[in-house]
DNA sequence: CTAAGGATGATAAAACGA
DNA sequence: TCGTTTTATCATCCTTAG
C-alpha cells in the first residue's frame, strides 16, 4: 500500500506546489542557459531521468494523443529543422521506434546532401540563439556561411544597432532583444501547462515504461531531465522541448562545421570565441533580469573559510538552523558529495533533500588533507565535539620522517584531496632527474614544476631529490581509519587506494555525527547507503555510539569484504546486513526491515561522484551520469523509509 | 597494472574605466 | 578612488588505452 505512495510523485507535488506559490526562486532564468545548452549537447549524457522530467513528457504525451503517433514523430524531427519530406522518408526507412538512429540518419543525410540544407540548419542552429530569421538568412548571405564567427559577430553589432533604435522603425527586421524579453515575459506567465492532479493520478510504479515513453519522443532521458532542470519544473512542455532541440541543433551544427576555426585558432580559444559571443546575449539578458531579482538565488556559493556550520578551534561557528518541516526526522539523514560539482548539481541535490541547505566543509580543518565536501542532513548543529586526540593536522606532524628531506621552497603544510589514483613511477623518477641536474637551489622554473606536480600528485619528500606517493596506509591515517583498514583478504594496492579515495573522512563526520550520541546512549539502526569501506560505521563506532542493526549497501565485493572483517574484528554486538544492489531495497525488503528492528535512526549516503568531479576528463555528465545518478535512489529509500517508519508508528499509536 | 591524459568552476589578481 | 571586467591560478572521492 505505501509503496504505490512513492517518491517521484511526491516530489512532482511538491515542486508545482512550491512555485505556484509565485516564487520563481528555484529558477535558473538567470545562468548561462545558452552556454549550457552548448555544454549538454556536447557530453550527452545517459542516465537516469529525473521523476520530473518523466512526468512532464508524460504529460505532453497525452496532450498531442490527436495525432497518430506517426505524425508526431515527423512534427517532432521537423521541429529539429529538418524538412519533412526527409523526415517522412527516414522515418519510413528506420521506423518510429528508434529515434536516435533516425535522428543519426537525418544528420547524415543532411550533412552529405545539398549545401542548401545545411544552410537551413546554420540559420536554424542562430535563430535558436535568439536572432531573428529574417536578421540571420540576411546575414548568412552577406558572410557566407562557412564562417560561423564572422556571422555571429555581424549578428551581435546588428542586435546591438536595433537595440539603441526604436523597435517601431523597423518592424519587419524583427529584434533580438525583444524576442528575449517576450519570451522571458512567456515563460514567467506560462504556469498553467499541466495540472497538478494529473501528474498525480498517474502511475507512478511504471519507471521503465516511462523511460520508454520519453525516449520515444526522441529525446534521451538525460536530455529530458536536463531540460526539465534547466526550465523549471513546471515550464509547458514547449519550452522544454525549445530547449532540447536547441541542443540538438547545436549538436548538428557543431558537428556540420568542426573544422572551421582550426586554421587560425586552437580548440580553446575556438571555445572563448564563441563563448564571447554567447556572452554578449547572456549580459544583456541579465542587465534585465537582474531588474526583476536582486541575486542569482541558483547559485550554490561556497563558504570562504570552508567550515559549514563550524568546526573545531574556529570561530563563526553557527548552532541552529531552521529545517523545513518535511526535512524533520526522523529519521536522521546524511548525505554527502563533492563540493565543486558541476552548476546546479548542488540546488538539485538541495531540493531533492527537503530543501535543506547543504553544509560544505573542508576536511583540510580536521586533518593534514583537503576534501572539500557538500553535507546535506537534518543533523542538530548544536554541541558537536571532535573525536579525540586529534589527528595530525599539517604534513610534519603527519609524516615526521620526511621532514629532513622537504626543501625549502615546498611551503605547503597541507595535503591536496586524497584521490583513488597515485602518481607514476615514471614523474616521480622525471623529478629526481630534473633535481639532480642542478646542484643546490634548482632553478625557479624547475621548482615550479616540481611543485605543480607535487601539489597536483600529493607527492611527499622522502629522500634527496625523492618524492613519493603516499602508501595506503598513509592515506588511511589521513582518513581517519584504523591502520591496515583495508590491507589484505585479497585486496590489491590499486583498490586500496580506489577504495580510500571513495571514503569519507572519519573525522569530519564523526564530528557531525557526535550530536547523535547523547540522543541514542542505547545504540542505533543505521542504513548506510554507497557504504563503501564502513565510513559511517567506523565514525560512529569511534565515537562509541553503539551500533545495534546496521545494513550497508555496497556494490563491490573487495569493499564489502573489508567492512564485514572490521565488524568481526571489532567485536560488534549488533547485526550487519549486506546488500550488494541498491535495486534491491525496494519497498517489501525495507518494510520487513524495519519491522524486523523499528526502522532506522539514521540513513548515511554518499553517492557516487565520478560524474561529478573536476578529475573526470571524460563522463562529467553532472547528476544525470551514469554512476551520480544513484543519488535519486538514495533519495528514493530515504523517502521509502519515511513512509513506512511514520506508517508503521500511526498503526502502534 | 601502468601511464597518459584536459576540463570545469571557484577564487585571486590584475587591468580597465569612469 | 571604486566598481567592473578580464586574466591567471588553483584544485579536483577519475577514465581509457595499452
Not at 124 to 147: L, W
Not at 423 to 429: C, V
Not at 498 to 506: D, E, R, T
Amino acid at each position: 500500500m505505501l509503496r504505490s505512495f512513492s517518491w517521484p510523485i511526491l516530489q512532482v507535488k511538491k515542486m508545482v506546489d512550491n512555485n505556484s506559490g509565485g516564487e520563481a526562486d528555484n529558477f535558473d532564468w538567470d545562468t548561462e542557459d545558452d552556454l549550457e545548452i552548448d555544454n549538454y549537447a556536447i557530453s550527452a549524457p545517459s542516465g537516469l531521468s529525473t521523476p520530473c522530467g518523466e512526468a512532464v513528457l508524460g504529460s505532453a504525451e497525452a496532450g498531442s494523443s490527436g495525432n497518430s503517433p506517426n505524425s508526431k514523430i515527423i512534427d517532432h524531427f521537423v521541429g529539429m529543422g529538418f524538412s519533412r519530406e526527409m523526415v517522412a522518408k527516414v522515418v519510413e526507412e528506420k521506423g518510429e521506434e528508434n529515434s536516435d538512429l533516425i535522428l543519426e540518419a537525418l544528420l547524415e543525410y543532411s550533412a552529405s546532401t545539398l549545401p542548401s540544407s545545411s544552410n537551413s540548419k546554420l540559420i536554424d542552429h542562430f535563430v535558436g540563439m535568439g536572432f531573428s530569421e529574417e536578421m540571420v538568412v540576411k546575414v548568412v548571405q552577406e558572410n557566407g556561411e562557412g564562417n560561423t564567427d564572422s556571422i555571429l559577430e555581424t549578428l551581435l553589432t546588428y542586435s546591438a544597432l536595433e537595440t539603441t533604435a526604436s523597435v517601431q522603425q523597423n518592424p519587419d527586421s524583427g529584434n533580438c532583444s525583444s524576442d528575449y524579453e517576450g519570451s522571458l515575459l512567456n515563460d514567467f506567465s506560462d504556469f498553467d501547462s499541466f495540472s497538478e492532479s494529473e501528474e498525480i493520478m498517474s502511475p507512478s510504479s511504471e519507471e521503465e515504461r516511462k523511460l520508454l515513453h520519453s525516449t520515444k519522443m526522441g529525446y534521451s532521458e538525460a536530455e529530458a531531465s536536463v531540460a526539465m532542470e534547466r526550465c523549471g519544473p513546471d515550464s509547458t512542455i514547449e519550452e522544454l522541448t525549445d530547449f532540447i532541440c536547441a541542443a540538438q541543433i547545436a549538436k548538428a551544427a557543431d558537428a556540420l562545421f568542426p573544422l572551421e576555426d582550426k586554421p587560425f585558432s586552437n580548440g580553446s580559444s575556438h571555445k572563448k570565441r564563441r563563448n564571447w559571443g554567447y556572452d554578449l546575449l547572456l549580459r544583456k539578458k541579465k542587465l534585465k533580469l537582474e531588474k526583476r531579482f536582486d541575486e542569482d538565488d541558483d547559485a550554490v556559493h561556497l563558504p570562504n573559510p570552508m567550515i559549514g556550520f563550524g568546526v573545531p578551534n574556529e570561530p563563526d561557528q553557527i548552532t541552529n538552523r531552521v529545517l523545513p518541516e518535511a526535512a524533520l526526522g526522523p529519521p536522521y539523514f546524511y548525505y554527502e558529495n563533492v563540493a565543486l560539482a558541476p552548476k546546479g548539481v548542488w540546488t538539485t541535490i538541495s531540493r531533492f533533500l527537503y530543501d535543506v541547505e547543504p553544509e560544505f566543509v573542508d576536511s583540510k580543518f580536521f586533518c593534514a588533507a583537503a576534501r572539500k565536501r557538500g553535507y546535506v542532513h537534518n543533523l542538530p548543529i548544536d554541541n558537536r565535539f571532535p573525536l579525540l586526540p586529534f589527528p595530525p593536522r599539517t604534513i610534519h606532524e603527519a609524516f615526521p620522517l620526511t621532514r629532513k628531506w622537504w626543501p625549502s621552497w615546498d611551503t605547503r603544510t597541507k595535503l591536496n584531496c586524497l584521490q583513488t589514483c597515485i602518481a607514476s613511477a615514471r614523474l616521480t623518477d622525471k623529478i629526481r632527474k630534473a633535481l639532480e641536474d642542478s646542484d643546490g637551489e634548482p632553478p625557479l622554473g624547475i621548482q615550479k614544476f616540481v611543485l605543480e606536480q607535487c601539489r597536483k600528485w600529493n607527492l611527499v619528500w622522502v629522500g634527496r631529490n625523492k618524492v613519493a606517493p603516499l602508501e595506503p596506509d598513509e592515506v588511511e591515517m589521513l582518513l581517519g581509519f584504523p591502520r591496515n583498514h583495508t590491507r589484505g583478504g585479497g585486496i590489491s594496492r590499486t583498490d586500496r587506494y580506489k577504495s580510500l579515495g571513495n571514503s569519507f573522512q572519519i573525522d569530519t563526520v564523526a564530528y557531525h555525527f557526535s550530536v547523535l550520541k547523547d540522543k541514542f546512549p542505547g545504540g542505533i539502526n543505521l542504513l548506510s547507503l554507497f557504504s563503501g569501506i564502513g565510513g559511517a560505521e567506523v565514525a560512529l563506532h569511534q565515537l562509541g555510539i553503539p551500533l545495534k542493526n546496521v545494513v550497508a549497501v555496497e556494490i563491490a565485493e573487495v569493499n564489502r569484504n573489508i567492512l564485514r572483517s572490521w565488524w568481526e574484528q571489532t567485536n560488534q554486538r549488533g547485526t550487519l546486513t549486506d546488500i550488494q544492489d541498491v535495486q534491491e531495497l525496494n519497498g517489501d525488503r525495507l518494510e520487513q526491515l524495519i519491522k524486523n528492528f523499528g526502522g532506522f535512526d539514521l540513513v548515511v549516503g554518499g553517492s557516487p561522484c565520478n560524474n561529478l568531479t573536476g578529475s573526470n576528463r571524460y563522463h562529467r555528465d553532472g547528476l544525470e551520469g551514469k554512476d551520480s545518478a544513484l543519488f535519486f535512489d538514495f533519495c528514493r529509500i530515504l523517502d521509502l523509509v519515511k513512509c513506512i517508519m511514520n506508517g508503521t508508528k500511526s498503526m502502534i499509536i
